[in-house]
């Protein structure tokens, strides 16, 4: 009992604290994400971690994994082929486009301001940043689509693209996974397509079951604890077989509803209910993990990425719409509804610690990330707004409306 207790009474604390300081940021009007991170900076090792009963440890991984899990279902349930069919090639070259120029812009940055004064080289460091830039935190940017009901071409393909570009961002951080941290380019590239294809099968065959099983199941409450068995399952058989649980939890969450045909919902609803606890728990962990001093001592490279990669998503929306024809609007506003950054690469960012290579640098790159996380989530939601209001595609905001 004496074991349990501490984990459960440091836990209820984030929780509380989370919610708290989230209440407080929705009357403010600001992303609630962020202040969720604040929330559990307090109770990182440089504040209230210093106390003897307060410790954020290995109990959190469990925890994060699942969270994360659940928010790359949602990610994979998201993308229909409806959407897919009707503004597929804008989407797909837009989202492309973006991901590569973060990652591009990203790399150059960093490798050629980084000193070699790390236990990774500077290309191999400029290469885990890289990859965790491709990602886009879609929550600030639909969130903004809702509340001001905003139509239009931009509207449509920023969708699309905050759907697909986390896919594509979880397969290039599994290729640098294994460039990284494998023997050789070939053995690695083979392996990453491996892993890759494997977590997908995976999980598109459990969301064939999940879709089999569900049809048994009417009461819409049994139907949570359905799906989430069904994403641990996932979770555990890609960790077990080496795959990539983010790729096979998505993959899982795209079958769902495409092999539920016209009752894809009843497979995301409740799950979507319980989305705000993920974020809530997700979140406070993450930012349990904040240290002020590793902070202070890496300014440059929070500098570094904030603007490499923002350089680099509007640049690379710019140019892979364009490619295709698209209209003016989105070529010219598409980029700056993609700022806003969070959940996968925080998560991304957390599995670093996993690897024994990157065992001295994991916890450096994960406040880097928390860095920016804070800056881009407030930052996000109004360059979104900013970019529609130009793109003419704002209606009434739904709050002065009702």
């Not at 996932?234 to 939890?249: D, K, Q, R, V, Y």
């Not at 570094?304 to 209209?327: D, E, N, P």
């Not at 610690?353 to 989530?377: D, Q, R």
């Amino acid at each position: 009992m004496d074991a349990i207790s501490p984990i459960t009474l440091n836990l209820g604390l984030l929780l509380l604290s989370g919610l708290i300081f989230g209440y407080i940021a929705s009357r403010y009007n600001l992303p609630r994400v962020a202040a969720y991170v604040i929330a559990g900076i307090i109770f990182s090792p440089g504040l209230l971690g210093r106390l003897e009963w307060i410790e954020v440890g290995g109990w959190a991984a469990p925890l994060t994994t699942t969270a994360l899990g659940v928010i790359a279902y949602l990610i994979g349930g998201s993308i229909t082929l409806k959407q897919l069919r009707r503004s597929g090639r804008v989407i797909f070259s837009a989202a492309i486009g973006e991901s590569l120029g973060a990652v591009l812009c990203v790399f150059a940055a960093f490798w050629l301001l980084l000193p070699d004064t790390y236990a990774l080289s500077p290309v191999q460091l400029a290469l885990v940043f890289a990859a965790i830039a491709a990602t886009t935190a879609p929550a600030g940017t639909i969130a903004i689509l809702h509340q001001y009901r905003a139509r239009g071409p931009v509207s449509n393909t920023l969708l699309g693209v905050v759907a697909l570009d986390d896919a594509i961002g979880i397969i290039l951080f599994s290729l640098m996974m294994v460039v990284v941290v494998g023997e050789s380019l070939t053995m690695s590239l083979g392996t990453a397509l491996l892993q890759i294809g494997g977590a997908i099968v995976l999980g598109v065959l459990i969301g064939r079951i999940l879709c089999q099983v569900g049809k048994r199941f009417h009461q819409g409450g049994l139907l949570l604890p359905l799906v989430l068995g069904h994403i641990l399952l996932a979770l555990g058989l890609a960790e077990i077989l080496n795959l990539s649980p983010l790729l096979a939890t998505m993959a899982l969450g795209f079958s769902s509803r495409y092999f539920s045909r016209a009752a894809g919902d009843r497979m995301f609803i409740q799950v979507e209910y319980f989305e705000e606890l993920v974020f809530l728990i997700f979140f406070t962990l993450a930012g349990a993990h904040f240290e002020f001093t590793v902070f202070v001592g890496h300014l440059d490279l929070v500098l570094i990425y904030f603007v490499a990669r923002i350089i680099g998503k509007i640049g690379g929306a710019a140019l892979g719409a364009a490619a295709v024809g698209a209209s003016q609007p989105v070529v010219r506003w598409l980029g700056l509804g993609l700022v806003p950054q969070a959940g996968v690469a925080v998560g991304l960012a957390l599995t670093l610690g996993n690897e024994p290579v990157f065992k001295e640098l994991s916890t450096m790159i994960l406040n880097v990330i928390l860095a920016t996380t804070l800056l881009y989530e407030v930052l996000g939601p109004l360059a979104a707004k900013f970019a529609l209001g130009r793109a003419n595609e704002l209606g009434r905001e739904r709050g002065k409306e009702e």
